[in-house]
């Protein structure tokens, strides 16, 4: 393996060349978000990237943050490091049942979380971020029904925070967020009884109780900048310590480890290594390629999401 110093130098001429721009997500290794042009929430990526000139996207995330990188950029190539950078949530809500759905209820109006492929961002009727969920919910006339999808956990949060009871939730997970258990929680709560609590709303409701700050990952590390207190326990993907050492260093974080591997990474984010990114600017490869007319109706319901500022 070559040195991670000429890795580094081969990126960046390769950034270059292709006129790239690099974009990180808040849960890649430490290695690459030092890299990146910017860092930041898949949504918050994909309309940062507008804001550059050049040819190429390299998408440091899993393969549907890409997808609306390329819907929201169309005419500019994006790539990603590793093709099998998937999300369980992706998985868990195939188009085909989304189609299924709408014959069945024509009469529900479908509220689609940001972690959704890009075939079901097109069937929906507008999308919606962990930060701004309880906000698209809200806008939408309280008589109308909702499929709201496809994290059961963000929709059960949403549901609450709205007091909407004409809500069908999605039953999909995120195999981070919903793997962390309450009694965990509550252990290192008392391990730490100064430090106070942020979650994210992917998280189960129980761990959600014990919070005493639920917001997305780019609200969480704002957040945690601007609480007084100097002991912060973190119940999201620990990739976002990198972000939080540069804007609280004089804080002490925990992260909470998930049921499933006692720690709290994201196996689909871990996938991208600076290998990966140096071969997918040098061969442009993996590429995402949409159809058009897939990609007009996929920017819609963004669109819709958007106006709600």
Same mark, same amino acid.
């Given at each position: 393996?070559?040195?991670?110093?000429?890795?580094?130098?081969?990126?960046?001429?390769?950034?270059?060349?292709?006129?790239?721009?690099?974009?990180?997500?808040?849960?890649?290794?430490?290695?690459?978000?030092?890299?990146?042009?910017?860092?930041?929430?898949?949504?918050?990526?994909?309309r940062k990237?507008?804001?550059?000139?050049?040819?190429?996207?390299?998408?440091?995330?899993?393969?549907?943050?890409?997808?609306?990188?390329?819907?929201?950029?169309?005419?500019?190539?994006?790539?990603?490091?590793?093709?099998?950078?998937?999300?369980?949530?992706?998985?868990?809500?195939?188009?085909?049942?989304?189609?299924?759905?709408?014959?069945?209820?024509?009469?529900?109006?479908?509220?689609?979380?940001?972690?959704?492929?890009?075939?079901?961002?097109?069937?929906?009727?507008?999308?919606?971020?962990?930060?701004?969920?309880?906000?698209?919910?809200?806008?939408?006339?309280?008589?109308?029904?909702?499929?709201?999808?496809?994290?059961?956990?963000?929709?059960?949060?949403?549901?609450?925070?709205?007091?909407?009871?004409?809500?069908?939730?999605?039953?999909?997970?995120?195999?981070?967020?919903?793997?962390?258990?309450?009694?965990?929680?509550?252990?290192?709560?008392?391990?730490?009884?100064?430090?106070?609590?942020?979650?994210?709303?992917?998280?189960?409701?129980? +761990?959600?109780?014990?919070?005493?700050?639920?917001?997305?990952?780019?609200?969480?590390?704002?957040?945690?900048?601007?609480?007084?207190?100097?002991?912060?326990?973190? +119940?999201?993907?620990?990739?976002?310590q990198y972000?939080?050492?540069?804007?609280?260093?004089?804080?002490?974080?925990?992260f909470l480890?998930?049921?499933?591997?006692?720690?709290?990474?994201?196996?689909?984010?871990?996938?991208?290594?600076?290998?990966?990114?140096?071969?997918?600017?040098?061969?442009?490869?993996?590429?995402?390629?949409?159809?058009?007319?897939?990609?007009?109706?996929?920017?819609?319901? +963004?669109?819709?999401?958007?106006?709600?500022?």
């Amino acid at each position: 393996m070559a040195a991670v110093g000429t890795i580094t130098e081969e990126i960046l001429e390769l950034k270059r060349d292709r006129r790239a721009v690099l974009l990180a997500h808040h849960y890649q290794e430490r290695e690459i978000q030092e890299l990146a042009d910017v860092i930041g929430d898949s949504l918050e990526l994909a309309r940062k990237a507008q804001e550059f000139e050049g040819d190429v996207i390299a998408f440091c995330g899993v393969w549907f943050m890409a997808e609306t990188a390329k819907i929201l950029n169309p005419q500019r190539i994006v790539v990603v490091p590793d093709r099998e950078a998937g999300c369980s949530l992706v998985d868990s809500c195939p188009v085909e049942q989304v189609r299924a759905f709408r014959s069945r209820h024509p009469e529900y109006a479908v509220v689609s979380y940001i972690n959704t492929s890009a075939a079901v961002k097109a069937e929906s009727d507008i999308l919606c971020t962990s930060r701004n969920a309880v906000k698209v919910v809200q806008s939408i006339p309280a008589g109308k029904p909702i499929l709201f999808l496809p994290d059961i956990n963000l929709g059960t949060y949403v549901k609450q925070q709205t007091g909407r009871e004409n809500i069908k939730i999605w039953q999909g997970a995120c195999i981070v967020h919903a793997t962390f258990a309450a009694r965990r929680l509550a252990a290192l709560r008392t391990e730490h009884p100064a430090a106070l609590v942020a979650a994210h709303p992917e998280c189960p409701r129980d +761990v959600l109780s014990q919070a005493d700050f639920i917001g997305s990952t780019s609200a969480i590390i704002s957040w945690c900048a601007q609480a007084p207190a100097r002991e912060i326990i973190v +119940v999201t993907e620990s990739g976002v310590q990198y972000s939080l050492g540069k804007m609280s260093p004089d804080k002490q974080f925990y992260f909470l480890a998930n049921e499933n591997c006692n720690c709290s990474e994201c196996p689909y984010m871990k996938r991208n290594t600076l290998e990966k990114l140096r071969d997918c600017l040098r061969d442009l490869q993996p590429r995402v390629e949409l159809p058009e007319e897939l990609m007009e109706r996929a920017r819609l319901p +963004v669109e819709r999401m958007l106006a709600l500022g």
